[in-house]
């Protein structure tokens, strides 16, 4: 990370807002990726004035939608083949229409809250693509997400200047506590809807 952000700060500046761009893509298709603390440290550099905090923004953004749409694309494309390969052995097929149902029935709400979701953005992307969202709202929707989480961490990083790094702390932390929250809650779900099949019927 340290060589990352020196290499970013020697960087002309188009060429820090296409790095930012390549970075948030590859969090989405390739996880896990610091993508998070990079756009921190990219924030720092617009608050010492070599960089537009707009275009930091809006670079970020871009990256991350982008990202979104390839794995949704992924998804749709190859979603059937790969629950036919049983390539998510860490989930049932059964389960997996599970999950699709619950994106059918919430998954707007899911893909807004999905730049704050740390740890399971490719998932919600290829859920979201295998259970044929609407390829317009739904890319909509996750600009607006990630327009938002990206601006909390372009200002954070511009307000701490210097001091950028100390706030990996509080995104780790973060991050644990929401990545713990959302497998406690597919395993509460994912089991009562186990125990309910297997209920014999009268």
Known sequence: MEAVIRKLSELDPVWVYCAVASIAYLENVFPPFPSDLVIVAAGSIAGFGRVQFASILLAATAGSTLGFVTMYKVGDWFGAS?????????????????????FRRYGYWIITANRFLTGTRAVVSLFAGMSELPLGRTTLLSFVSALAWNFILVFAGK?????????GVYLDAYGEAITGLLLVAVLFFVARKMLKSRTPRP
């Open 82 to 102: 790969i629950l036919a390969k049983g390539r998510m052995r860490f989930l049932p097929t059964a389960q997996v229409h599970v999950v699709e149902s619950w």
């Open 159 to 167: 307000k701490l200047g210097e001091n950028w790094r100390d706030i």
